[in-house]
């Protein structure tokens, strides 16, 4: 099961208190305070982990509690510090504050690892308050209290290619084809209810991230249909593949028109999604009547338009091509070195040989 939205509550561990205590041994009539410090509480920290794909498991478990930090003892003994919470979350979570609405962090990356809530610092036993004038003191403090909050989680997901089109467009299919992924394929709409990722591998060991949205239908910005809500995961992607069906059924939108309907709505969705690099791909080639549906798209379109069969496997290597380029000129150029300024010479040593 495909879960991108949870709510989850963290509490870090409060601080121990300290200890209220005083050194009574036979033998030694010069005891004084031995109150000792109390721990420090759990830190809730999150990662994000390759190893996790959805927020399954944030559905049932709502409450993430650090351990508190233990009380000092006598004998100048320092409580044990709480024991921290790293929660797992898959990589390309955004984690809001359910509060604020405020961004906290974007784990785009595998291995990060950030604390989100930190414990409570132990309180001080009354040793620490003894001083020359002062010998004998009560005073100890209770240790900070934990930090609670509530954390808004929104997943999405990281791939170089998202595939976009009109419900029964045939984007199932072209995934299963192009990768070995087994999503669902049926011939009514709306098949795919989840967005699904595979990995397209070509030649020479080179491999493409490719991700499967729901079908979009016009109004989907309002709610129509399953809505536009999985947008937001190829908002990530770095090119669109605007999948288009050359031989729709009678009731459906023509080639043209089902194009416009979903860069319509690419555009009042995101102008980022809207501006992202596209590759038209017109499918169901093998089907009577495709070619003259793809030279009407080829004329009016200015962008590359391809021809495929996703079921027939025709045109998928010259595809699978183009995505290959357009992702390698789409990805971010490395910042350039910086190079090695000439050493300054003070005046008064320029003279000097």
Known sequence: MFVDEAEIYVMSGSGGAGCNSFRRERCRPKGGPDGGNGGDGGDVYIEACPAVETLLDFAGKHHWRAEKGRPGEGSDCRGRNGEDVIIKLPVGTLVY???????????SEPGILVKIAGGGQGGRGNKTFATPTH???????????????????????????????????GKSTLLSVMSKAAPKIASYPFTTLRPQLGICELSDYRRIVLADIPGLIEGAHEGAGLGDEFLRHIERTRVIVHLVDAVPMESEPGPLEAYRIIRGELAKFSDVLASK????????????????????????????????????????????????????????KPAPSSEVQPAVVPPHLRDMS
């Open 277 to 332: 690099p596209e590759i038209v791909a017109v499918n169901k080639m093998d089907v009577y009547g495709a070619d003259e549906a793809f030279a009407e798209m080829r004329e009016a379109l200015s962008c590359e338009v391809l021809p495929i069969s996703a079921v027939s496997r025709i045109g998928l290597e010259a595809l699978g091509e183009r995505m290959w380029r357009v992702v390698g000129k789409a990805k971010p």
């Open 135 to 169: 010998q004998a003191p009560v005073e100890f403090d209770p240790g900070e209290p934990g930090i609670e909050r509530w954390l808004s989680l929104k997943l999405k997901l990281i791939a170089d290619v998202g595939f976009v089109g009109l419900p029964n467009a």
């Open 97 to 107: 504050d359910r509060e604020t609405g405020i961004l906290l962090k974007d784990l």
